[in-house]
């Protein structure tokens, strides 16, 4: 990496999003909160999904996989953000920012993927059930899932590369609780506009068409849903394709709005605010909203708590 100015050494300079006075101390202690209720749902998802044969299925295999890519999500972010805070120190060498901007890149791509798949498995099963264990099998669900990791692995790798490509100089501070890329091109000496471009187009690719896909799944689900005489079948449908789109809309609601705007049109306290939501709200959010409105969920949940209990 090339540095205009010698005097930004080999380290970042964090600014977070919260100073020590009292209501920030607060505001720290319930995004901790937030946190804990994250790791463990989505933990417990994972776990439950592993647990019970009832679950082995395409629709909760995808599932796990979310509440995986949500966890390493958090961890992405958060560890680095608490210690920081809690140290007093606000440093981050530039491998652990590269490290940051690969994973959160790849992480935040790898659902934007996964989400796609996700309703894609609900249109097979509510459009086509008779052909769903042939066009959704195991083998086809692991492919799509890998297919997603990849993907979206690519995309951490080109953005972290094309990130640190670029000479910076000037201050070494990045108005953000951890390295996002579009905070740190800001410091950059190189014209980016090129970049930026690259980054638009790849935005539509990895999310705009993922969500007309969406769309377009959807729309074929509804009005298959209306058709069906069973009313319980009606009702079941509408609850796990409604858990579905709740879900969609806040990741891709928040994400067009940080990376489909140009950096210049953007405030710091804009991106913080935004990123805080898909990247530790929304996790939060995700298996609650699976579990709260899901029967076989919380049979599973209530399932191994009672063995847990006949076991004490």
Known sequence: MAWENQTFDSEFILLGIFDHSPTHI????????????????????????????????????????????????????VPKMAFN???????????????????????ISCECFLLTVM????????????????????????????????????????????????????????AHFFCDFPSLLRHACNDTSTFEMVLFICCIVMIVIPVVIIIVSYTRVLLAVIRMESGEGRHKAFTTCSSHLMVVAMYYGTVLFVYIQPTSNRSPTQDKMVSIFYTILTPMLNPLIYSLRNKEVTRAFMKVLGKGKSGE
Request: one cysteine or more.
């Open 26 to 77: 607060f505001l720290f202690s319930l995004v901790l909160g937030i946190v804990t209720v994250a790791l463990m749902g989505n933990t417990t998802m994972i776990f439950l999904i592993y647990l019970d044969t009832q679950l082995h299925t395409p629709m909760y295999f995808l599932l796990s996989q979310l509440s995986l890519m949500d966890l390493m999500l958090i961890c992405t972010t």
């Open 119 to 174: 309703a894609y498995d609900r249109y097979v099963a509510i459009c086509h059930p008779l052909r769903y264990p042939s066009l959704m099998s195991l083998k086809i669900c692991g492919l799509m899932v890998a297919s997603s990791w990849i993907l979206g692995s690519s995309d951490g790798v080109i953005d972290a590369a094309a990130t640190f490509s670029f000479s910076y100089c000037g201050s070494r501070e990045i």
């Open 85 to 107: 805070y809690l140290s007093g120190r606000t440093t981050i060498s530039v491998t652990g920012c590269a490290t940051q901007i690969f994973f959160y890149a790849s992480l």
